[in-house]
């Protein structure tokens, strides 16, 4: 009986084909696949589910972005749009307003790796130009037919993540055949499109997109089957971070999810994931990392 089912997914050290060196702007790399990153979040938003408002002022979301770059985030995420169940989209410029002087301030302190979460092209390219070297885009490149043309131009690294409808619909009553498969084939599509676009494959990573028109066993099922998507031949990311699953799991509310977190973040390492999306960078770092030392892997 194995009594650990995801040891199978990691080795001792990861294959060459399972590393990615992403090429930023300005000739930096980032490497991934020898371990778990973690990617830190940062919602200058005043309603996102989790932490909206709190970092809403510039000065603020700065401080916050910088003190996650400082606990070891690999990459830091910034988005202006909320895309929690049931939000409503903002214009461009909002959204552009919202991000810009974050990645600016973010930038003139520190060379962390930066993404800019948005589905548009138009607030991903001022994003770019502002400091933002990643685009971390939810629709997997579906909302907004110029995406893919941009990145092909600037030929910077991208996030295409799973997502079942739109924020505004996505949680009501998603349903599937097999959640796995339809996720694993969603994905395929998007490498695939990425590719003619003129993008390469490696510098394309994916997201099964955790509570993105999913319910709670659809959220399980995709965590249980990590190394079916590793099957993809690119990184992959999960964001699992206080999402509702956990709170339904728990029975807790939204401040009280960290412990649950740290769990699916160390499963999702040990399960061959190759970054993991949070709030709280310096603990889920930590659980990555115990994680990999019983799997052995990133030796």
């Not at 940062?42 to 996650?68: C, I, M, Q, W, Y």
């Not at 974050?102 to 138009?122: F, H, K, N, Q, W």
């Not at 699916?264 to 889920?284: E, K, M, P, T, Y």
Request: net charge negative.
């Amino acid at each position: 009986m194995n009594l650990w089912p995801f040891a199978a997914a990691t080795t001792t050290a990861a294959p060459a084909e399972n590393r990615w060196s992403w090429l930023l702007p300005g000739g930096r790399r980032l490497e991934l696949g020898r371990r778990v990153e973690v990617m830190g979040i940062v919602n200058v938003t005043p309603d996102s589910f989790s932490d909206g408002g709190r970092f809403f002022d510039r000065k603020a979301a700065v401080e916050h972005a910088l003190r996650l770059a400082g606990e070891g985030a690999a990459i830091v995420d910034v988005g202006g749009q909320s895309t929690r169940p049931g939000s409503e989209p903002l214009s461009a410029g909002e959204e552009t307003d919202r991000v810009l002087p974050v990645i600016e301030g973010l930038r003139a302190g520190s060379a962390v790796p930066v993404s800019i979460d948005t589905y548009r092209a138009e607030v991903a390219a001022r994003a770019l130009d502002a400091g933002a070297d990643i685009v971390n885009d939810i629709s997997a490149f579906r909302f907004d037919e110029d995406m893919l043309p941009l990145l092909a131009e600037r030929k910077v690294p991208a996030i295409a993540m799973h997502i079942k409808g739109t924020p505004r619909d996505m949680q009501r009553d998603p349903r599937y055949d097999d959640v796995v498969e339809e996720v694993r084939s969603y994905l395929a599509g998007a490498l695939e499109r990425a590719e003619r676009a003129g993008l390469s494959r490696g510098q394309v990573a994916v997201d099964p997109g955790i509570g993105f028109g999913k319910s709670l066993e659809h959220n399980l099922e995709l965590l249980r089957n990590l190394p079916r998507l590793r099957e993809l031949g690119v990184p992959l990311l999960v964001g699992a971070s206080r999402k509702s699953f956990i709170g339904k799991v728990l029975e807790l509310e939204v401040g009280e999810r960290l412990e649950g977190t740290l769990a699916v973040s160390a499963l999702c390492a040990a399960a061959g994931a190759d970054l993991v999306r949070a709030h709280d960078v310096a603990a889920n770092l930590r659980a990555v990392r115990m994680a990999e030392a019983v799997v052995g892997r990133g030796r």
